[in-house]
């Protein structure tokens, strides 16, 4: 770190009489740069250093010790937020108002003692400013408020973002009754989405039929999806799916929580709801994750403990857990609703803390590591319990209350099938690749064998057998012959009727029909259905219309059956 003439470099011959007064030592320069060398001759004597710092106030002093425990720097940012601003005034204010005899905080008092300066240093995340402490005054410094010096005076706690190492007791208090009146207990369903995700993709589809059916939101669900390894760039990864399907419930969801655990790129912090982030900075999800769970395992399992009071600890005691360098500026995140950027800490609530209720009410929650519970049911999470799976969850082995896949399939006649959250979710994979995709009930998968659907199923390898062999395997009752006739008939003749919505031109003569096949119309025309009726081609109703009208024939259309009536005659 700089010296103290470095530090001091850029102040006027007034700063440093100001220095000077306040040390209670005569400057007697009177050009800049022997006034440096003199002053800190001045200075670096360590008698007088302990009686300079004897006598700071005690924010002063604080401010001071936490600085030497920090090696002598500490970020900016997380400085001045916990002792104070440092006007900013030109030499005539300063000098004019004397503003160094009355300080408005702790860091201007060290400030015009030359006991403060901040500097830009590199980091591995890139040049930072700091506040600091000069380094030949360090020495000097240090023993006066370590345990053992001068003043025997233990420093405080250091305000940078502490190791992520769990306290010994838990943050916060049990949640009260109020707090816990509606509960919501946590669950595998995340499973369930995600076999309805895999499939749809494996299908060629961009998503979801329907989206607002998912109980994790689609664009999260995908990011886990690829931390666990199931989709890449590429699209679906067919081992890994294999795989995932195959084991048991409490092995897939110990899956998608340890590739959650582990993953660098799922970030929680782009996914807060109302907010977006923009710009080339970056943060560090993994990190931040960690941490924050780390302060997780001292809280009782079972226990309800409030989320506002969990909240509230962590911004007074690690309030800057997500930004190494106590840095609440550079980071451009806007609220969607207003287009205000969210800056400096007084914004900390809607983006600090809104990341810890967002990993507790969101990932922690959908993976079946939390019950969140409310104080009624319109408004939001304010307790939750770590459940009796969240240790096994977290340590990758598994959990207790993973459902078993046991239900079996009912198939109708008309070709619907139903398949039960909890059947196996193998089998609904295939099922859904088979089918068109209906709606859905809160516990059942609704599916319908079509012809398109199987000519698409057919285009990617399947077949009719294979769709048999799950049936007769897994139904809870025997599949309708008839049904079974109908698919092995397709097989052999693929579709033998087809129900179409077309719009028929019906006219009023066979000759007015013969006239417009022999006209330039011809072309917007398709199949002939009668004497005096015909096809009208997708799209050509418009034109049909015009073409009427300059052969003198006026029509009308009956939007309820699809029909076009032309009758001839003028206007």
């Not at 940078?160 to 949640?175: D, K, N, Q, S, V």
Request: glycine share 8%.
């Amino acid at each position: 770190m700089p010296d103290l003439i470095q530090s001091l470099q850029g102040r006027d011959l007034g700063h440093l009489r100001i220095v000077a007064s306040l040390w209670g030592v005569e400057l007697k320069s009177v050009e800049i740069e022997p006034a440096f060398q003199e002053l800190a001759a001045d200075l670096l004597v360590p008698e007088l250093a302990g009686e300079v710092v004897s006598t700071l106030p005690a924010e002063a002093q604080e401010a001071l010790a936490a600085l030497a425990a920090e090696g002598g720097r500490m970020p900016w940012a997380t400085f001045i937020r916990h002792y104070g601003e440092i006007r900013e005034v030109g030499p005539g204010r300063r000098d004019r108002d004397q503003i160094h005899l009355n300080p408005i905080s702790a860091a201007e008092t060290l400030y015009y003692r030359a006991l403060l300066a901040r500097a830009f240093f590199d980091t591995p995340s890139g040049a930072q400013e700091f506040a600091y402490l000069p380094n030949d005054l360090m020495p000097l410094i240090h023993p006066l408020v370590r345990p053992g010096g001068a003043k025997g005076k233990k420093p405080t706690a250091s305000k940078t973002p502490p190791a992520p190492e769990p306290p010994e007791e838990p943050l916060g208090r049990p949640a009260t009754p109020i707090e816990r009146t509606e509960i919501i207990l946590a669950s595998d369903r995340i499973l369930d989405d995600a076999c309805t995700l895999l499939a749809a993709l494996r299908l060629g589809w961009e998503g979801v039929p329907r989206p607002e059916n998912l109980s994790v939101p689609e664009k999260v669900l995908r990011e886990i999806l690829v931390a666990a390894g199931l989709i890449a760039d590429q699209g679906p990864q067919l081992e890994a799916i294999k795989n995932f399907l195959a084991a048991s419930r409490g092995e897939a969801l110990a899956w998608l929580v340890k590739s959650w655990l582990n993953s660098e790129t799922f970030n929680e912090l782009h996914q807060l709801p109302g907010l977006v982030c923009e710009g080339e900075w970056s943060n560090q999800p993994l990190v931040t994750r960690r941490f924050l769970l780390g302060l997780l395992g001292p809280i009782p399992t079972g226990t309800w403990w409030s989320l506002n009071a969990f909240v509230r600890l962590i911004k007074e005691k690690y309030s800057d857990f997500q930004r190494p360098a106590g840095d609440y500026d550079s980071w451009f995140i806007k609220r969607v609703s207003d287009g205000v950027y969210l800056r400096g800490f007084v914004a900390w609530d809607e983006v600090d803390g809104a990341l810890i209720r967002y990993l507790l009410t969101g990932p922690l929650h959908w993976l079946g590591v939390v019950d969140l519970a409310l104080p009624d049911p319109e408004k939001a999470p304010s307790a939750f319990r770590m459940t009796p799976s969240a240790s096994r969850l977290l340590g990758g082995t598994g959990s207790e209350r993973a459902s078993q896949e046991t239900a079996r399939l009912h198939v109708s006649s008309q070709g619907r099938i139903s398949v039960p959250r909890l059947a196996p979710r193998a089998l609904r994979y295939q099922i859904a690749r088979f089918c068109d995709w209906e709606d859905e009930k809160v516990e059942e998968y609704r599916y319908r064998v079509t012809p398109s659907a199987l000519q698409r199923a057919k285009e990617q390898g399947l077949k009719i057998e294979q769709l048999l062999t799950l049936l007769r395997k897994f139904t809870a009752a025997p599949v309708p012959p008839v049904f079974l006739r109908a698919l092995q008939r397709w097989e052999r003749k693929g579709t033998e009727a087809r129900l179409e919505s077309q719009v028929i031109l019906r006219l009023a003569s066979p000759e007015v029909l013969e006239e417009l096949r022999a006209s330039k119309m011809a072309r917007f025309l398709g199949d002939v259905l009668g004497p005096a009726a015909v096809v009208v081609k997708p799209g050509a109703q418009s034109k049909v219309l015009a073409g009427l009208a300059e052969m003198g024939l006026l029509a009308e259309e009956a939007a309820k059956d699809g029909q076009v009536e032309g009758r001839s005659g003028g206007p």
